[in-house]
């Protein structure tokens, strides 16, 4: 070593990582073997110590121990990365391995209607108890597909299987509510010379998920959703158009199938089984780089050794705490609806933005607000994101009371709708487990919610507001507002709006906060 100096005989002998005294602007010096000046921010220590571990170097190689440290940090940290950013990928697969394997379904033939409403006993992200759920799967790896929806359709989606937007229908969608035929193209694949009578929209993908809701009628029953779905709705292979084959209808109201994604190392084997599927070009390479890092390549086995997977359980775990503390604790003010964190009531859509762009794209993607809306709900859509007021839906969920502690089964709260919801469909409130982001569970009340349509017993106050009760019991004289909570559980609740008027945009009608009695 005599040929050389240690750089610790220049600046330090060691450096701390995210010391205060680091200059933005490095200092020039010669150190002994050099003939000209050398700026000290190129230079590394002998010694680094930094949170993983303490860093050696001799003249800057890297020790044994270094290196393995370092690539284990590496190696851990693409894991966790390829949890969170394929969430919705493995979120999309499980709702298609639900249909397939759950409820026995076949893409472009059977159509899952909720005809009762989803219950609790639906594992489901988020799905609401207020409208009829029609669900069904396209593949379009023979060839286009035809949705045929029926007029009066509420807001509808088709999203990819990365769970992006493909094309709305319904309400929100080119046919207006008025019915009307769509042709979904998937990769590769060309319109036909004449597609009068189709709305036309394209997928990078051969999976992609269709998903209709139908309103309840003026009794706020859902029959006459259910009849028009039953009647109406059509999905079929455009190649069949001549002679489309009649689809079945499944009931799935009363079925107990999990659509979930893992939070354990299964998550990676249902990516794995996206990436194998779909094209490549589906993906940006970048995800792609990131997947294969830990061994998920299309084409390729993933068989991690025992070490390998070893760091991707861990790897889970540490992306799992952290979309659920993005989800229910987030940081950036733009998650909450209210200045000042009011009530604590959230949105999905952090910065109005379905694609979850920051300023347009020049700020790139916020994969914050990514990750906290899909690791809370489905179904992707602009018509949920943007200001369209009297169309679509919006939404509010919290987890905390007006003190900031979460919402605890054991205990007892109450929350004031003020007077005229501005929503010109129906407004409702559903309470939901945290451990699933599905509906709380209990034998008691299957339907853990409220609509202004259907729960036409609820007692208003004098002044046309609403106070809501949540508690093991009901109180007394409340039970028509009351929604059992369980005890030893916490839950939070989502406040939805369908035909949302200007007045919530601008925040003129606002939501009260939970309160705890």
Known sequence: MKGFTSVSALFASTLLIGSSALSLQAKDV?????????????????????????FRYFDGFPNDATKKAARHQVDLGRGVQTFLNFIPAASLEMLYVG??????MQPNQDIGLFDELMSSKSLWLTGNTDTVYASAFLDLS???????????????????????????????????????????????????ANTNGYFVATTPSKINWLILRGFLDDNGEPDTARTAFQNGLKVYPFAQRNNPPSNTFKNLTDWQVNTIHANDFKFYEELDEVIQREPSEMFSPELLGMASAIGIQKGKPFNPSFAQKKLLTEAVAIGNATARSILFSPQDPKAYIYPGKAGFWQTGFPGGSHEYLVDGGNGGRDMDSRTLFFYLATVNTPAMALELPGVGSQYAFSSRDTSGAYLDGSKNYKV?????PPANRFWSFVVYDPQTRSMLQSKEMPYPSKNNKRNRDMVKNTDGSTDLYFGPTAPVGKEANWVKTVPGKGWFGIFRLYGPGQEWFDRTWKLNAIEKL
Request: charged share 20%; hydrophobic share 30%.
């Open 30 to 54: 010669t150190p002994k073997g050099y003939n000209t000046p050398i700026p000290e921010d190129v230079l590394t220590p002998d010694v680094v110590r930094t949170r993983i571990g303490t």
């Open 99 to 104: 249909h397939r394997d759950g409820y026995g």
């Open 142 to 192: 023979d060839g286009p597909v035809v949705v045929e929806v029926p007029p009066g359709t509420g807001p509808g989606t088709v999203n990819d299987a990365f769970f992006r937007f493909v094309v709305d229908m319904g309400g929100p969608g080119p046919d207006k509510g008025k019915g009307g035929k769509y042709l979904i193209l998937g990769p590769g694949q060309k319109a036909p």
């Open 416 to 420: 004031n709708i003020p007077a005229n």
